[in-house]
């Protein structure tokens, strides 16, 4: 059975989520990056899009121009490591309980998810066109003078996902957890190497 | 159509189906390890892969947004009747690609470090040539250079000291290190050279060749299924996540080295490993080598 959460999200939806989980998000979604998130925290410019309950996603997407408005072309994930200098204020401000996008976030995201109650979840890099199928409509585009991967998109998405959480409500950081077990498998794994590759004489 | 239009219409389509569509040795071996794979978020994983492949084929889109820099790897035979227009040629079917596919423009000029807006640049689409004498034959590998997959590559030149050891420690090293965040399961090429460019070379060419191939030296194969199996056993999972595997392949190719240097390189693959292999012949009919039932 899918795990949907139905935006405006509440802490209650994400308390209970772990790391390695796996969920889906139907409602809304903006796409906010690194120039976004530095006109929210630094300038005080607020979109007039309530993101309260929101889902915020990392990603620059290919949009295209329609007489009645935008259709999305593709949308994939960016490195969230980028926004970690300004995702704990962009959290406290907007109120969002979802952040998406690719691979692990640091400590500061970490704290700002156990104090606002709010989690990380990682989309599947390189699959753009999956993403773009599950946004239903494009409803809104603010602050598109920052260009259009920049942007604040506002979309209408069904069961968007598969999102796995990266970082839960209890400060639980999976991609800090696998530094670790990767580091000591492949410490293991060269030991038990090593003495096939004597290729060396001597 | 004279020879130069065909060869260029012909290269511009297939430029586009590698942007939409994996090579056929990338998708058994991604429908093996899908098949394999055991912890449920990495199966969801390669379960988005397989529909992300579906609908780019469906909706004739790129499958990824980063649709990377170019690149050709030429075997040209000596004899091949537009050797001399190579270049102008394949920067032209690169141009009609990019409108056609589309693909992203990804080529920024350094140091005035701007885009150009054509994803062409100098040197960009990038080309490496082999001559085969005796040929009237082309057969060119196209790649599409993604900016996830290009900045875990690392090149070095190793104390001979170090031995082999210190190759398969380089490579695991890097994947641990930088290759998380390259969407493996990833291609890992290997080159056992004598400095650092012939060493990053030859990774490069190890990269590019089939997933499941073997060398045809049965030393350097089987340190190829040794290592395979070490890194597999770090199990990084698909988009590092962890899961139940690391590469799609681990390739090497050698040269001969100084006595006194050990070069090693190493360059990467994600799992949009977009990578194609055509033939012509002297009339500039095709033969697809990567892709069956590839219609341009
Ligand atoms: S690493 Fe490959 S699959 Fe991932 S975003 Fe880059 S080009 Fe796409």
Redesign the interface.
């Known amino acids: 059975m899918k795990k949907v959460l139905t935006t405006p999200i509440t802490s209650a939806d994400v308390e209970d989520l772990r790391i390695?989980?796996?969920i889906y998000i139907t409602g809304t979604v903006v796409t906010c990056r690194d120039t976004g998130h530095k006109r929210r925290v630094l300038s005080g410019i607020v979109p007039h899009t309530p993101l309260e309950g929101g889902a915020v996603f990392h990603a620059g997407?290919?949009v295209r121009k329609t007489d009645s408005g935008w259709q999305m072309?593709?949308?994939?994930p960016t490195?969230s490591m980028r926004m970690e200098k300004f995702e704990k204020e962009f959290i406290e401000l907007t109120g969002v309980k979802v952040i998406i996008g690719?691979?692990g976030m640091g400590e500061k995201t970490v704290r700002a998810c156990v104090e606002n109650k709010a989690v990380h979840c990682?989309f599947?890099?390189?699959?753009?066109?999956?993403a773009?199928?599950e946004v239903e409509e494009i409803t809104d585009a603010e602050w598109l003078d920052l260009g259009m991967p920049e942007a604040f998109w506002v979309l209408k998405v069904k069961e968007f996902g598969?999102l796995?959480v990266?970082i839960d409500t209890k400060g639980n950081n999976?991609?800090e957890n696998?530094k670790k077990?990767?580091?000591e498998?492949?410490e293991?794994?060269?030991e038990?190497?090593?003495p096939?590759?004597?290729?060396?004489k001597y | 159509m004279d020879k130069s239009e065909k060869f260029v219409s012909t290269v511009a389509s297939f430029v586009g189906l590698v942007a939409k569509v994996l090579p056929d040795d990338v998708v058994a071996k991604l429908a093996e390890l899908r098949a394999a794979e055991e912890v449920?978020?990495a199966k969801?994983?390669y379960?988005?892969?397989f529909?992300?492949m579906n609908?780019?084929v469906k909706?004739s889109?790129?499958?990824?947004?980063?649709t990377g820099v170019i690149q050709y790897f030429l075997r040209v035979g000596t004899h091949f009747p537009l050797i001399d227009e190579l270049e102008p040629l394949l920067l032209k079917a690169t141009e009609i690609a990019t409108e056609k596919a589309p693909l992203?423009h990804n080529a920024v000029e350094t140091f005035k470090e701007k885009n150009t807006g054509t994803n062409t640049g100098k040197k960009v689409p990038y080309i490496e040539y082999e001559l085969v004498p005796n040929s009237d034959k082309l057969e060119a590998d196209v790649y599409m250079a993604g900016g996830?997959c290009s900045l875990p590559g690392r090149a070095a030149v190793l104390m001979?000291s170090a031995?082999?050891?210190g190759?398969?420690?380089f490579v695991?090293?890097t994947l641990?290190e930088f290759g998380?965040?390259a969407?493996p399961p990833l291609v890992v090429g290997v080159g056992v050279g004598t400095c650092v460019a012939s060493s990053a070379k030859l990774a490069k060419r190890a990269s590019l060749r089939k997933v499941g191939s073997r060398n045809p030296d049965p030393?350097v194969a089987?340190?190829e299924e040794?290592?395979e199996n070490?890194?597999n056993?770090?199990?990084?999972g698909?988009?590092?996540?962890?899961g139940s595997a690391s590469v799609l392949c681990v390739n090497i190719e050698n040269m001969a080295r100084h006595p006194s240097a050990l070069g090693v390189g190493v360059a990467f693959g994600?799992?949009?490993h977009r990578r194609g292999t055509i033939v012509f012949d002297a009339d500039m009919n095709y033969t697809v080598l990567s892709h069956k039932e590839a219609a341009l």
């Open positions: 390695g989980d796996v997407p290919i072309v593709s949308v994939g490195t690719k691979g990682v599947p890099g390189g699959s753009a066109v999956v773009a199928a598969p796995i990266s999976l991609f696998n077990v990767f580091a498998r492949k293991k794994a060269l038990e190497l090593y096939k590759l004597n290729f060396m | 449920p978020m969801a994983v379960d988005c892969m529909e992300n609908l780019a909706l889109r790129p499958l990824c947004q980063d992203r996830g001979p031995g082999y050891e190759i398969a420690k695991a090293d641990v998380v965040n969407c030393l089987r340190m040794d290592l070490a890194l056993g770090i199990a990084i698909p988009q590092g996540l962890s994600c799992w949009a």
